[in-house]
């Protein structure tokens, strides 16, 4: 009934830039925070950004100053800006988010990642 779906990942250079996008789809009465973690291969999954349903923002010490989340509520949508982008920024990112669904009910979401390679 809910899902989110992940894109804007691919390849890019140290120092290049990429925006990614999360779309929140389905039977959707409202959505609280919104998050972005990511995975690197062989390591476990680590906190980026989040943002409240007010716009109220925080980022991971690892991105702070480099990555901007923002959201877009009346489109459902929940942004991750990258710049300066480091080799050890790769990893596959993932967007989470609190949603009460049509049906009353409350649940976390998860998407299924989009990739990120960085290349030196």
């Known amino acids: 009934q809910v899902q989110l779906v992940e894109s804007g990942g691919g390849l890019v250079q140290a120092g290049g830039s990429l925006r990614l996008s999360c779309l929140a789809s389905?039977?959707?009465?409202?959505?609280?925070?919104m998050n972005w973690y990511r995975q690197a291969p062989g390591k476990q999954r680590e906190f980026c950004a989040s943002?409240?349903?007010?716009?109220?923002?925080n980022h991971a010490d690892s991105v702070k100053g480099r990555f901007t989340i923002s959201r877009d509520n009346a489109k459902n949508t929940v942004f991750l800006q990258m710049n300066s982008l480091k080799p050890e920024d790769t990893a596959v990112y993932y967007c989470?988010?609190?949603?009460?669904?049509?049906?009353?009910?409350?649940?976390?979401?998860w998407g299924q990642g989009t990739q990120v390679t960085v290349s030196s």
């Open positions: 989470n988010a609190d949603i009460w669904t049509a049906m009353g009910a409350y649940r976390n979401y």
């Open positions: 943002i409240t349903s007010g716009g109220s923002t």
């Open positions: 389905g039977y959707i009465s409202s959505i609280g925070t």
